[in-house]
Nanobody
Framework: QAHLTESGGGSVQAGESLRLSCVAT??????MGWFRQVPGKGREGLAS???????NYADSVKGRFTISKINTENKMYLQMNSLKPDDTAMYFC?????????????????????WGQGTQVTVSS
């Protein structure tokens, strides 16, 4: 069983940065990921990272967001730079039921069985 808790969300101006954190128990070498959701829409996969630290990114965030993790501390991060109003959403960390990450992170949601409660990010123009 995995338990995940996100933190680091908040309200920022366009162009600013935020770093989201996720503390996850029981994730060891499983694929981990970050997703976001806006009201009325499904969850969008943003980035994933496998047990060896290899990342995958959705085109919507590639070059602006960076996923990383520290296995010894059971922590995962999402560094978000050059934020835009379109990045406004609830952000979730999640653990996959697989050890390998799907290459297309944007469609990877079905692989993830464990979710945090989310942290809100609001970007104003």
């Amino acid at each position: 069983q995995a338990h995940l808790t996100e933190s680091g969300g908040g309200s920022v101006q366009a162009g600013e940065s935020l770093r989201l954190s996720c503390v996850a128990t029981g994730y060891s070498t499983y694929c981990m990921g970050w997703f976001r959701q806006v009201p009325g829409k499904g969850r969008e996969g943003l980035a994933s990272i496998d047990g060896e630290g290899n990342p995958n990114y959705a085109d919507s965030v590639k070059g602006r967001f960076t996923i990383s993790k520290i296995n010894t501390e059971n922590k995962m991060y999402l560094q978000m730079n050059s934020l835009k109003p379109d990045d406004t959403a609830m952000y979730f960390c999640a653990r996959s039921t697989y050890r390998r990450c799907r290459g297309d992170v944007a469609s990877a949601e079905p692989d993830f069985g464990y979710w945090g409660q989310g942290t809100q990010v609001t970007v104003s123009s």
